[in-house]
DNA sequence: GATGAATGAGACTTCATTCAT
DNA sequence: CATGAATGAAGTCTCATTCAT
């Protein structure tokens, strides 16, 4: 079993390699080549591990998305309250991201111009985080907690909003320190669903 | 002046070219001849005109961010009170992307695929609309119209969750009528910033 | 000896899968992966009992060649006449390429274009075949059944025009039967070296 | 129009390099650089004028064919009787083929082993020429010259004992001059059809 | 100004072969 | 003996860009 533990390693490697490459260099300015020499690899050996660049990427793109709905989970899961749950939801994908910019540019950024063979799957991950949003807004309905507005575009327009920040961030800089961002940007999503103001019990994380 | 409007014409007609080339192919996959054929030119007649490919896709963006900019103006313009013209500027960002779904995909999906080289003229897309809703949320807090939150932010967020909406539309069709998105964003959005709830003067135009 | 039986008949499994693949898709287009899947053995399975894809080629000619051989020398020692060894010989060829298709294609298509590495072998074939009927015609001549040709010529005659037929059916599909060929075709050889027409007493088999 | 001319002479230049490194190297053996080099152009150049390898190759054997079917048909012209022009006609191959000994590489080897794509052409070529033959030997039969043969599988035979005459030069450069090989054949072919034995009136050319 | 042939760097991918386990 | 992961050279093809006409 030992060959079997070696090869998985090397996936990994090649798909550590690969989410750095494609995070600094851009999905279409990456080649093989250089995921395998990042990988220590050779391209043959890529091209055993991976039928092609793109599945490559959707792989990095999977994988990443595996650990980012886990931390949101971990963090829904600290939480009681169905509002505190959803902010706990976004404040740890804001987190994740900025401590792995390399993981915001591939999702926010690389993902939508790898090309249309990957929209579908984007629209995938945006709508999965988006229900993981509106389960918890529609219990926050249910208990009374905020107003009966219409969850599902709540919980888009908070994805969105967060999106818009975090991308921003990548590309411009600013804010400095991603984190900051949320304290201005958390009263605001609150107010929009018409929940009582309170002083968050999240910190960031 | 005949030669300079010919000259002109054709610079134009490039640029239809390519921004129907560009919405239908994406950035990568369009090649300077699609372009050239598009516009009944000659590849060397697309090169006369702009120094390259990035070149041609810069100047549709421009072209196109100031038309969207027009309409955002002219909306704006047909409203007196601040909230309103915000208001007015969303939908008609909305609505110009609804009629010309193209222009969306260009500036949602594809400059962001395009590569780094775009990613400084993006920024600066996104900050000119985010500013000019700002101007108006800051007039509202002036005038007592809304609480007084940090307009910039929620610039960004309106702006955040504007996009999301029409991205997802753009990548998976729903809903079917962008239009029909609006209402429902709408008094999330005046929520957010504390506006008070009234019927929407501004129609989907 | 249980040890090299089993070698043996690996040896042989492979062979028949090569076999198989050749004469399924060709020289080039087949892979060691494909030899190796087909004879359920890994690849280094297959580089354990050959030394690489062109001694696997070979070898399966080799055999191919072998098997053709005893089907001729059988079809010959059955007749009496040298006429009619050498007739019987040729339909021998024909009977046995029409009941196995693939070894026709990799006698008189795959080999050649395998490569020159398998020029030489090629010829070697050839010459053995018309050598084979060459022997059978002299004997004729010397018995008077024939005019003194220049049987040397006259087998590679006979040899090549047996091998278009037989090309023809395999490209083309043409006689649906391959056996229905050599009925038209038998008095033409037969008069080329002046035999005495007769009713052939050889049956297709 | 200089343009074009010049293009056309790339055009040819491409073909001629081609036919060169495939006669020299085999279809397989040869690289879209090899020909690239051989022609003094770019790859890009190549590619320009061509779609890929095999539309070469298929140019290639298209261009020859043409060229020795000129031959064929000019020997032909200069005959009046069926049995002579037929004969010409496998002179004229046969002759052609020996000055051009890439040629015949390429029509008799090199086409088989280039893949399936091409059996289909090569039927098409086997079929004209054959049926060149057996337009002659029609002829023939009409007029008595010969005995009412099977004219399709006596064309088909001729064929096929030349393609193995020049096959066998090709591949073991035996005879030295591959024209002594006709003589010898001629009267072979003749008696297979029944026609009366002349002193031939062609000569090799 | 316009044309389109030509360039050439570089992309992705394949595959015969090797070798540690 | 067998396995299958790994290698790396080589292959086909693309395409932004240049430039002679």
């Given at each position: 079993m ?10 990994e490697k ?5 989410l ?12 093989v ?18 039928p092609?660049?793109?599945a490559?990427?959707?792989?990095v793109?999977d ?9 949101a989970?971990e ?5 009681t309250?169905?509002?505190?749950k ?22 926010l950024v690389e993902?939508?111009?790898?090309g ?24 926050a ?26 991308t921003?961030w ?5 804010p400095k320190?991603?984190e900051?961002?949320y304290a201005p940007l ?17 910190r960031p994380?």
């Amino acid at each position: 079993m030992q060959e079997q533990e070696r090869a998985q390693a090397r996936h990994e490697k090649i798909l550590d390699a690969a989410l750095s490459v494609f995070g600094r260099k851009g999905y279409s300015a990456t080649g093989v080549d250089d995921i395998a020499a990042e990988s220590a690899t050779s391209k043959g050996g890529v091209y055993f591990h991976f039928p092609g660049k793109q599945a490559i990427f959707l792989a990095v793109l999977d994988r990443a998305a595996r650990m980012l709905r886990a931390k949101a989970d971990e963090a829904i899961a600290s939480e009681t309250d169905p509002i505190a749950k959803a902010d706990a939801a976004l404040l740890a994908v804001l987190s994740t991201f900025a401590r792995h910019r390399t993981l915001a540019s591939l999702f926010l950024v690389e993902s939508l111009g790898a090309g249309r063979e990957f929209h579908q799957r984007i629209v995938q991950l945006h709508d999965e985080f988006t229900n993981l949003i509106k389960l918890h807004l529609d219990e926050a309905v249910a208990s009374g907690a905020i107003d009966p507005v219409d969850t599902e575009v709540a919980a888009r327009a908070w994805f969105g909003a967060l999106n818009e920040v975090i991308t921003s961030w990548l590309l411009s800089g600013r804010p400095k320190r991603l984190e900051d961002a949320y304290a201005p940007l958390r009263p605001l999503l609150m107010r929009s669903v018409g929940a009582r103001e309170r002083q968050s019990t999240v910190r960031p994380g």
